[in-house]
């Protein structure tokens, strides 16, 4: 049985090695020497460590082998990987001259986003430990999330990260690296914002889709064939918008529950959650 019980930490120590790798690398690169191929290589390394945390939750729910070890080491897995390793990596990427204003904001900026990334964490592990035993919570938390989930904040700062610096952003923009720097602080302050909101974003379990089972395969495949043409052409680009449009709808959905009122019943399951937390115990 312990072996059982070994498999879904073993993915959780595989997505947590992808964040060292990340951090460690940035650290070693020298001053100025982060290119897109770094760029490209590192984000691809994020991508298996935020498919390794999805495996891991499931595979301990399918055979059984959930447990408070494995909850507690992958929250902390996923501050390190995903709270930590996109702020480096943006600090890293910029090289600013150190003591400059604009280096100061940006690592304020950081700071902020692996901040609020691990709020997001404690607050998680409070909501389900809170929901066990209780159905209709846990039927809750299964539908959506209560602000924006830390892997998929941590996918749309890398992906923002890299299609600035890309070929597809620069042929079409000319930026100076002092507006590029902006951008990369309202991003970080954002996504921050949003990882410890009450907004909610849909959880992809949730997801239906109401079309003929053929239908259903057909746009698959043709989202997939798009989706790989994009990966291996515009892998910034694709990356980018993928990331975004996820973020994106959440914030749509939130702001057409909100116009239509509490007492409709458009998008109920938008309703942001009420604060709950007593910060002062």
Not at 66 to 77: H, I, K, R, T
Not at 116 to 123: A, I, K, M, P, T
Not at 146 to 160: C, E
Not at 250 to 269: F, P, Q
Request: hydrophobic fraction near 55%.
């Amino acid at each position: 049985m312990k072996k059982i019980y070994l498999l879904p930490n073993i993915i959780t120590a595989f997505s947590l090695t992808c964040g060292l790798f990340v951090i460690f690398k940035m650290t070693m690169t020298q001053f100025g020497q982060v290119d897109t191929h770094v760029l490209n290589a590192t984000a691809g390394i994020m991508l298996l460590a935020a498919l390794a945390d999805l495996l891991d939750g499931a595979v301990a729910r399918a055979m059984k082998a959930e447990s408070e070890f494995g909850g507690v080491f992958d929250s902390l897995a996923d501050a390190i990987t995903f709270g930590v390793g996109p702020s480096v990596l943006v600090l890293k990427t910029a090289s600013l001259e150190q003591g400059s204003d604009l280096s100061i904001f940006l690592t304020i900026a950081a700071m902020i986003f692996s901040v609020c990334g691990v709020l997001r964490l404690v607050r998680y592990n409070v909501s389900a430990s809170q929901a066990k035993g209780d159905e209709e919570l846990l039927a809750a938390n299964k539908k959506n999330f209560t602000g924006l989930p830390i892997p998929a904040g941590a996918a749309a700062m890398v992906a923002t990260n890299l299609f600035l610096a890309s070929e597809d952003f620069n042929h079409f923009f000319s930026m100076s690296r002092e507006s590029r720097t902006w951008l990369l602080v309202f991003a970080l302050v954002c996504l921050g914002y949003f990882m410890i909101s009450r907004l909610k974003f849909p959880s992809l379990k949730s997801l239906q889709v109401r079309v003929a089972s053929f239908q259903l395969v057909f746009f698959i495949v043709i989202a997939a064939v798009l989706l790989f043409y994009g990966i291996v052409q515009h892998f910034a680009l694709s990356f980018f918008v993928v990331s975004w449009t996820y973020v994106l709808l959440a914030l749509v959905l939130s702001i057409i529950r909100l116009i239509s009122g509490k007492k409709s019943k458009t998008l109920e399951d938008f309703e942001p959650e009420p604060e709950d937390i007593d910060w002062h115990d």
